[in-house]
């Protein structure tokens, strides 16, 4: 994969950058003598590799200038043109107020311009989707199961990114979030660094979670058994204080016996007393019904009565006499019969209420007598309070023995993963010393490629070396030698740190371009602070390694330029220089507007 095409949807701020596949230049120059002695000139040398990096997929963050300076930037949309390796071009459009979102369109000619006539294949996918579909056109089989995005840091290194040769500044805080992708590109297991990683996270929450269940425990000097004995005698005790407390003739929890059910029973007992009055009322006027039926009709009153009548009425009176007895004594049986029912209803309904009120008054003075047994309330209360000292205590050895399984559980476990743990670390050192024997090995061939590049530029030996720390972790070192083969403290200069750093980037791309990796390689500002010789030992180098199909793209401001050996400033072949910048107003910089 090579950069090929950089363009916008405002040529006139941000123009067309195209590059070559062999070496390419980003020169800045520094035309206003007020400005040759500071360290930043604003151009864009470095924002150039942020646009780049945008356009491939980097995740938004609030602090990356696109978005900090949103208002400047929301109406631009970026096109990057990559060269993929089967020789075909694909195009990434992106834009500022959409960022999530990702076009994608693969073709066979170089340089097109697809922002007036936008025809996509993949047109404003989600953006992780969006990723996934450029991983599989790129087609980088050498860096699998990583995406294209992991090693693009190794081929855009910015200033931030010239203090360690493997850690990039982009770099998560944690060892193994990059770790074990450099030990895959070495060409070591990175599963095994992987699984190492994962093993110290297990034993580190397993030895938490002991101590957190320790510190819950308590005591230190007790075992499982001794506390499952304990739990036996403690239950012992607690039936035996149960079997005492049911003896008593009353129980608080269950009868909830206090003043207030005694204040309940009075009022039940005037309630079933009133109902009592209300019925023995009711049978009084039945009884009295059934009297006055008795007495009310006379029948020799009425025959005399009639029979005084039948001297004006002889015939009708005489008749309907004899009717009016006989009806008078069918409605009285009929009525004394009911009055008969209702008087046993009530009568039974009386019974029950007496019997009720009964019973109320004898739990009302049981219920007085219990509350006026201090002594008895007192021994009841006492030993339910030792009842419910005896269950806390049984509850906590219950506690501390369930604690104690899983101290045990836990402890079982993490002797397990430390013994899978000793294995991986074992199995790593044979990995490493395994291919630091084996001559084709992609390890020693970076290792080799490292070294002669150098050599070429700086003069100097260096090594690339991998080892285990105190830790067993594994742990990648690039430095330089002296003439005794020794350490020296050079690589902890800025520009021999930056030398180093490039010739790792370049190393491994040389070694790993015909398995499917990336073939360019962005250095900004590598010519700072190296004296001149260097600086035409590394000129040589990257255009040699150019010629080889590794695309180099370098950014250098003017005043960097080294002399060549009959005193003039070097300069690079026109064809070589893709853009140039200067600090002569806002036409100069990469974006042709006011600085932010």
Sequence with gaps: MKLSHLYSNHPDIFGPIRFQPGMNVVLGEIRLPENRNRSTHN????????????????????????????????????????????????????????????????????????????????????????????????????????????????????????????????????????????????????????????????????????????????????????????????????????????????????????????????????????????????????????????????????????????????????????????????????????????????????????QKIETSNSQRQAELRFLSDTESVSKFRELNQRLVVMKNELS???????????????????????????????????????LGAQKDARYLRIRETLAELCGKILGHKALVSTRLNSKDNIVFQAEYLDQSDLPTSEDEGKSFKQVLCAAFDLAVVKVLMEEGYLRFIYHDGLFEGLDFRKKLNLIDVLRHHADLGIQQILTVIDSDLPQTDTGETFSFDEDEVILTLHDEGAEGRLFRMESW
């Design 396 to 434: 906590t050895l219950e506690r501390q023995r369930d604690a104690l399984l899983s101290i045990g559980k836990k402890e079982t476990d993490l002797r397990a993963v430390i013994r899978e743990r000793e294995d991986q670390v074992e199995a790593l050192r044979a990995d490493i010393d395994s």
């Design 43 to 354: 151009l864009g040398k470095t924002t150039l590799a942020r646009i780049v990096d945008f356009c491939l997929g980097l995740g938004r963050t609030a602090d990356f200038f696109l978005f900090k300076h949103e208002k400047r930037f929301v109406k631009f949309v970026f096109y990057l043109e990559l060269e993929t390796l089967d020789g075909s071009y694909l195009t990434i459009r992106r834009s500022v107020e959409s960022p999530s979102k990702l076009s994608i369109v693969k073709h066979a000619e170089r340089h097109q311009n697809f922002s007036e006539t936008e025809v996509w294949d993949h047109e404003n996918v989600a953006f992780q989707r969006g990723k996934q579909i450029i991983d599989g056109l790129l087609g980088l089989t050498a860096i699998k199961p990583w995406t294209y995005r992991e090693p693009l840091g190794y081929s855009l290194r910015t200033q931030s990114d010239f203090t360690d040769v493997f850690r990039l500044s982009r770099a998560k805080s944690k060892d193994r979030h990059w770790k074990p992708f450099v030990a895959h590109v070495l060409g070591f297991n990175a599963d095994l660094v992987t699984k190492g990683y994962d093993l110290l996270e297990q034993i580190d929450e397993l030895e938490k979670q002991i101590a957190t269940l320790k510190l819950e425990l308590g005591a230190t000097d007790i075992d499982l058994d001794q506390v499952r004995g304990l739990i036996d005698l403690k239950k012992k005790e607690v039936r035996i204080a149960e079997e005492a407390t049911a003896e008593f003739d009353f129980a608080i929890e269950d009868s909830a016996v206090n003043t207030k059910l005694v204040e309940e029973l009075d009022e039940a007992i005037v309630a079933l007393n009133t109902q009592r009055y209300t019925l023995t009322r009711t049978r009084k006027r039945i009884v009295d019904s059934l009297q006055a039926e008795r007495i009310q009709f006379r029948p020799d009153v009425a025959r005399k009565l009639f029979d005084e009548a039948g001297v004006v009425f002889p015939g009708q009176v005489v008749k309907e006499f004899d009717d009016l007895v006989r009806f008078n004594r069918e409605i009285s049986d009929e009525r004394i019969e009911y009055l008969k029912q209702e008087l046993d209803a009530v009568n039974l309904q009386i019974s029950d209420v007496a």
